[in-house]
């Protein structure tokens, strides 16, 4: 089942992909938003309760439909499966800023793409140059493809399933959202949910990582996990942009390690991967061959798993 959920989300999301803005993403966003002012009291342990309540209830939920559903039709937890997949994975959900931007390039319409990489990073894009853009494009997709598509796959596969997807997105968008300073938000609430993410997003982060060394430049990805991922202030995001970087042979940038997150896609340009090649329009398709391949490789050995306990 774990198999045809999979795939079957990603051949629906393929025609009829969830906007950025959709009924159920902008209801928990409310429901963060909700949590934060009500328990944001400027302590730890008001971060840590917040964090639990936004994050623990949805996934209870999740998990205990899906127990109701097996217990009544293997085909309604099937298509609920199907549904939680399709509502937290794929491409689509941050593709057409990546795919406009690359159009943008191509036609040599800078304007275009310095406007849609600000709408899309909220960076100052205003004297950018061509290669500059390419390279936080490239940077912010290889993200992006790990947070919404490998990650997504990897919490689905462990035992609780539909609910592990679930507890990846949301505790992604509190890692991004409550990191983000302002006035009215205390620093607590974010570091605990950046803590948290940190050690949810640990193991998938390296699988997409060992996944593009190996449809990629295996030694280059290997070689710049090594020696560079260790630059940027969250090591996971490292890891993943530095093994990205190698397996298209490009170079993308790591700041220094004590910039934030939010900095990591707004740094400049000193302290490049010193492999590959400059990063160009080109290499954003590149990319979007790179990160096809790691998911026909993820979904051929999830096949395999899935005839394996078949047979078994």
């Known amino acids: 089942m774990t198999f045809f959920s999979v795939l079957l989300a ?13 009924p159920v993403h902008a209801f928990f966003r409310r429901y963060a938003a909700f949590a934060e ?19 623990l209830p949805p996934a209870v939920l999740v998990a205990l439909i899906h ?9 309604l937890a099937a298509l609920w499966n199907i549904t939680m997949v399709y509502l937290t994975m794929g491409f689509r959900q941050f593709s057409h800023y990546f795919t406009n931007i690359h159009k943008a390039q ?28 390419a390279r936080h494009t490239l940077e ?11 990650g997504v796959f990897f919490w689905f596969l462990v035992p609780i399933g539909p609910a592990g997807v679930v507890i990846y997105r949301i505790a992604g968008y509190l890692a991004r959202e409550w990191d983000k300073h302002t006035p009215e938000r205390s620093p607590t609430l974010g570091l605990f949910a950046q803590k948290a993410f940190h050690v949810i997003d640990w193991v998938p982060a390296r699988l997409t990582s060992i996944g593009f060394a190996i449809v990629g430049n295996f030694e280059d990805a290997v070689y710049a996990w090594r020696n560079y991922a260790s630059r940027w202030g969250d090591r996971s995001e490292g890891v993943l942009l530095a093994a990205g970087a190698g397996a298209l042979g490009v170079r993308l940038g790591p700041p220094q390690a004590e910039r934030s997150s939010e900095e990591v896609l707004a740094a400049g340009d000193d302290n490049l991967i010193e492999i590959g090649e400059e ?12 990160v096809w391949r790691a998911v026909i490789l993820w979904m051929l050995l999830l096949a395999m798993l899935s005839v394996a306990v078949w047979l078994g």
């Open 37 to 55: 002012l009500k328990l944001d009291a400027g302590e730890a342990r008001h971060g840590r309760l917040a964090w639990w309540l936004v994050v």
């Open 279 to 290: 990063t160009s329009a080109r290499a954003l398709q590149s990319a979007v061959g790179l």
């Open 106 to 133: 191509d036609k040599d319409n800078l304007p275009a793409a310095r406007e849609l990489l600000a709408e899309w990073t909220g960076m100052d894009t205003t004297e950018m140059a061509a290669q500059d853009i």
């Open 140 to 150: 912010r997709a290889i993200l992006a493809a790990h947070r919404h598509v490998f």
């Open 67 to 75: 127990v109701a559903l097996l217990q009544t039709s293997f085909l």
């Open 10 to 22: 990603l051949f629906f999301e393929q025609f009829h992909a969830l906007g950025r803005h959709n």
